[in-house]
């Protein structure tokens, strides 16, 4: 019996691609081309499977071009690469990486807001560019994490564990605004408050953006919650571009009206606004939170698990769409 193929539209690990060769037909992308749209779909052509990195998008036209396509394995927890609506409609299964990157991702998030508050790029760069001839004693003076307000917008799972490291180890006051308010136990583990939006902009010494990309938290943080922010205060992005925006935030930073921003993603990457390369208050990193070498393996994994389980009849393991049985594609 032939085997399915699949595609995998990114480089990734060499283990990823022979493991999915034991059950699929694999092409693969080991040089890393970024292919635009009308190269990715003629790829896809007679393709059932495709491992994707987050960057791909998948939309109604790419899927009215692809007929056989029946499921898309994201290697990311975010997917908003993936038109739902236009999958259902297509009949075909999304499924993301969730859970294995929430530790590494939080871990990483307050490596950024340490970064922020503490000025250690800008510090770091001062350094190597020879200026450093004496100490001084107001010489890169930030903000304290310790003893602090932290401010998290999206408590999911890694906003989760970004509070719990806030409360428990460095003593923080954690208030959280969140679509839906925790339960009462979750919120006494992370020891996390709720609060309104505005009412944690106008509080937060740190804020941290953890939120999933949608229509409706497309820029969540703009000129007006910049505004409501405590001039001392940092800023930190680690969830999707597209968030803040961009522009105004380069705006506020180059004004001073907030401290500090840490930015781990961008509107419209990997390009970056140009005026945030210009102000020297922000700490700029290329998407890189759950860049480990166990939990990017981890991630990898999983997408191929949910190929797997999917094309061997189980139904995927971490769905994002209504489960499409095979059989009714
Ligand atoms: C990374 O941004 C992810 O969504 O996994």
Same mark, same amino acid.
């Given at each position: 019996?032939?085997?399915?193929?699949?595609?995998?539209?990114?480089?990734?690990?060499?283990?990823?691609?022979?493991?999915?060769?034991?059950?699929f037909?694999?092409?693969?992308?080991?040089?890393?081309?970024?292919?635009?749209?009308?190269?990715?779909?003629?790829?896809?052509?007679?393709?059932?499977?495709?491992?994707?990195?987050?960057?791909?998008?998948?939309?109604?036209?790419?899927?009215?071009?692809?007929?056989?396509?029946?499921?898309?394995?994201?290697?990311?927890?975010?997917?908003?690469?993936?038109?739902?609506?236009?999958?259902?409609?297509?009949?075909?299964?999304?499924?993301? =990486?969730?859970? !294995?990157?929430?530790?590494?991702?939080?871990?990483?998030g307050? &490596?950024? *807001?340490? #970064?922020?508050? $503490?000025?250690?790029?800008?510090?770091?760069?001062?350094?190597?560019?020879g200026?450093?001839?004496?100490?001084?004693?107001?010489?890169?003076?930030g903000s304290?994490?310790?003893?602090?307000?932290?401010?998290?917008i999206g408590?999911?799972?890694?906003?989760?564990?970004?509070?719990?490291?806030?409360?428990?180890?460095?003593?923080?006051?954690?208030?959280?605004?969140?679509?839906?308010?925790?339960?009462?136990a979750?919120?006494?583990?992370?020891?996390?408050t709720?609060v309104?939006?505005?009412?944690?902009?106008?509080?937060?010494?740190?804020?941290?953006?953890?939120?999933?990309?949608?229509?409706?938290?497309?820029?969540?943080?703009?000129?007006v919650?910049?505004?409501?922010?405590?001039?001392? =205060?940092?800023? !930190?992005?680690?969830?999707?571009?597209?968030?803040?925006?961009? &522009?105004? *935030?380069? #705006?506020?930073? $180059?004004?001073?009206?907030?401290?500090?921003?840490?930015?781990?993603?961008?509107?419209?990457?990997?390009?970056?606004h140009?005026?945030?390369?210009?102000?020297?208050?922000?700490?700029?990193?290329?998407?890189?939170?759950?860049?480990?070498?166990?939990?990017?393996?981890?991630?990898?994994?999983?997408a191929?698990?949910?190929l797997?389980?999917?094309?061997?009849?189980?139904?995927?393991?971490?769905?994002?769409?209504?489960?499409?049985?095979?059989?009714?594609?």
């Amino acid at each position: 019996m032939s085997k399915p193929k699949i595609l995998i539209a990114r480089a990734i690990f060499g283990e990823t691609i022979e493991r999915l060769s034991q059950h699929f037909d694999v092409e693969s992308n080991q040089t890393d081309d970024v292919w635009p749209k009308a190269l990715l779909i003629e790829k896809l052509k007679g393709k059932e499977g495709v491992f994707t990195t987050g960057s791909e998008r998948i939309d109604g036209e790419l899927l009215d071009a692809c007929p056989e396509l029946k499921i898309c394995a994201n290697m990311a927890v975010g997917y908003n690469n993936f038109d739902i609506d236009a999958m259902v409609a297509h009949g075909v299964t999304g499924t993301n =990486a969730p859970d !294995v990157l929430t530790e590494t991702t939080a871990d990483f998030g307050f &490596a950024l *807001l340490m #970064a922020t508050a $503490r000025r250690i790029s800008e510090s770091e760069h001062y350094l190597r560019a020879g200026k450093w001839t004496k100490w001084a004693y107001d010489m890169f003076s930030g903000s304290d994490i310790h003893g602090a307000t932290l401010g998290i917008i999206g408590m999911g799972r890694i906003g989760q564990g970004i509070a719990k490291r806030g409360a428990h180890g460095f003593g923080m006051k954690v208030i959280y605004h969140n679509r839906s308010r925790l339960d009462a136990a979750l919120e006494a583990e992370c020891k996390a408050t709720y609060v309104g939006k505005e009412e944690l902009l106008r509080n937060a010494d740190h804020v941290v953006l953890v939120v999933p990309y949608t229509p409706a938290s497309h820029h969540t943080i703009g000129a007006v919650e910049l505004a409501l922010m405590k001039p001392t =205060a940092t800023l !930190v992005n680690i969830a999707r571009g597209g968030i803040v925006d961009d &522009a105004a *935030l380069a #705006a506020a930073l $180059r004004d001073k009206r907030i401290a500090a921003a840490g930015l781990d993603v961008f509107e419209g990457e990997p390009k970056v606004h140009p005026d945030l390369l210009t102000v020297p208050n922000v700490v700029l990193t290329p998407h890189i939170a759950s860049a480990t070498v166990p939990t990017r393996r981890a991630m990898a994994e999983l997408a191929a698990d949910n190929l797997i389980a999917f094309f061997g009849g189980k139904g995927p393991v971490t769905p994002v769409t209504p489960v499409t049985s095979l059989a009714k594609k």
